[in-house]
């Protein structure tokens, strides 16, 4: 992609402009407005991420500019208390936006599903194929499962509910299903339950008039308003308050919607994805949720399985991640491969974002991984027969103890030369043969094991 980046905060657009180079796009990152309008003269862009709060010209000015040329799709940046102006930003045209401080994995996906967007408005016939290998990147048999269940749902208008443990790609599917239906040109609007305070919720989604609550100085319309003719996705649905449900099982079975404050009925036509990390039946059952609403929504459902039972695709997702010219050592991959993911592909997103931070020659090795994943790496090094669960299993308590025989030996070895050296880490790491952030990483390495209690046996 051709990235345009605005935001005048500069270690963002270095954090930015390094991650986006390394998965190999082409970035210009700018502090103003007035030298985007420069650079959008000059360059063509597929995507323009803006912050919304820059001095000068703000965000939504600068949207404005560029939106009357409609040459590039654009991401909004905004911070927790300026949600509102984002939602103008969507209703002026914006693609999406994103809540700072933000992964920049998620980011990156947001902007391919931006350029792709960008694609299939110049180019009349998009293949559909195309467009599912660009955003869910999975080939395990339970991923092709969810995959041929979005095919066969996408193309109806009813409800779909996703369920799935946080970060399993509960997002990525809903924008799957909307992409592969109908209503694939209509605006894709989405809101989150768990992120907003209950008034904030009823207000986002149904929109309010002026004077209704402290606070509302200026009429607003609500998401269902703005997504209407297109999809509403419900993020964390779970989360809802049961005085809302009513409202929201409303509008799901006509469509009819008030404003907070309102006297006019409204009519919309939004198709709705929900999703939750919750067991929205036990919920149910709990009296946490309404029964009626869950059946309106439960119509059509897709479970999201967690990483650790999608075999494969943790090597698929990581090269999708990182693009050449960055590799992985064996032994890092095979720690990567051993975790067990509770935080799902959002984890591993983000310790591999971490992992190119830390890592020298464009090369991951487990020592720039997290200590519990990369510990699990040096204990499947001393299994040589294989590099599968079942291999690990069969590592009985001896080897276990050899294995930390041989971390001990190289704590020994760096300790040692560091003393030698009258603790001076530049020459050590020099004499050791290793870059001196590795050396750094070593030692706290060697601390975090120290705090970690030992097991008996
Ligand atoms: N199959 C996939 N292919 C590519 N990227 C993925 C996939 N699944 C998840 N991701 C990436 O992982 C991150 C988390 O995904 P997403 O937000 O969709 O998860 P979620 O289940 O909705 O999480 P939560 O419940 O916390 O909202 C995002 O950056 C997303 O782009």
Redesign the pocket.
């Known amino acids: 992609m051709n990235i345009l980046l605005v935001d005048d905060e500069a270690a963002f657009r270095d954090a930015f402009v390094r991650w986006m180079q390394f998965k190999g796009h082409r970035v210009i990152a700018v502090a103003s407005g007035g030298e985007a309008l420069a650079e959008a003269d000059r360059n063509e862009f597929d995507v323009a991420v803006f912050d919304l709060n820059m001095p000068g010209m703000s965000g939504l000015e600068l949207l404005q500019r560029v939106q009357a040329s409609g040459k590039m799709e654009v991401i909004i940046l905004t911070g927790e208390g300026t949600i509102e102006s984002a939602v103008s930003a969507i209703q002026m045209g914006a693609f999406g936006y994103l809540t700072k401080p933000c992964?920049m994995?998620?980011l990156e996906?947001r902007c391919l599903e931006a350029s792709k967007q960008r694609r299939a408005r110049s180019d009349q016939k998009p293949t559909r194929s195309r467009r599912a290998r660009l955003?869910?990147?999975?080939e395990s048999p339970a991923?092709r499962d969810v995959v041929r269940l979005i095919h066969r749902i996408a193309p109806t208008d009813k409800p779909v509910l996703i369920q799935?443990?946080?970060?399993?790609?509960?997002?990525?599917?809903a924008r799957a299903v909307q992409q592969h239906s109908k209503l694939c040109d209509q605006p894709f609007v989405t809101i989150?339950c768990a992120a907003l305070p209950e008034l904030l919720v009823e207000s986002e989604l149904f929109g309010h008039q002026k004077g209704s609550f402290t606070g509302a100085t200026t009429e607003k319309p609500g998401l269902f308003e703005i997504a209407d003719g297109g999809t509403l996705f419900i993020?964390?649905i779970g989360e809802l308050p049961l005085a809302l449900q009513p409202k929201l099982l409303r509008v799901l079975e006509d469509g009819s919607m008030r404003r907070i404050g309102g006297h006019t009925e409204r009519t919309v036509r939004v198709r709705i994805i929900v999703?939750t990390?919750r067991d929205l039946a036990a919920e149910v059952q709990a009296g946490n949720f309404r029964e009626d609403l869950y059946y309106r929504i439960n119509v059509l459902s897709v479970h999201?399985p967690p990483l650790c039972e999608r075999s494969g695709d943790i090597d698929r997702?990581v090269d999708?991640f990182l693009t050449l010219p960055w590799q992985v050592e064996p032994a890092a991959r095979e720690a990567l491969n051993r975790f067990d993911w509770p935080g799902?592909?959002?984890q591993l997103?983000n310790v591999l974002q971490r992992a190119t931070v830390l890592a020298d020659d464009h090369t991951i090795t487990l020592d720039d991984l997290p200590v519990e994943i990369a510990r699990g790496g040096v204990e499947v090094r001393r299994v040589d027969a294989g590099n599968s669960r079942a291999a690990f299993a069969r590592c009985d308590r001896d080897q276990d103890r050899d294995t930390i025989a041989l971390d001990e030996i190289s704590k020994a070895h760096v300790l040692e030369v560091l003393a030698n050296e009258n603790g001076n880490k530049a020459s050590a790491a020099r004499k050791l043969g290793i870059h001196r952030r590795k050396l750094y990483r070593l030692l706290e390495r060697y601390q975090s094991n120290e705090s970690t209690p030992q097991m008996t046996s």
Do not use: C, F, P, W
């Not at 955003?135 to 999975?138: E, F, K």
């Not at 799935?164 to 599917?173: C, I, L, N, Q």
């Open positions: 992964v994995g998620e996906q955003s869910l990147i999975g991923m799935g443990a946080s970060g399993t790609g509960k997002e990525v599917v989150n993020d964390e999703a990390n999201m997702l999708h799902n592909v959002r997103s």
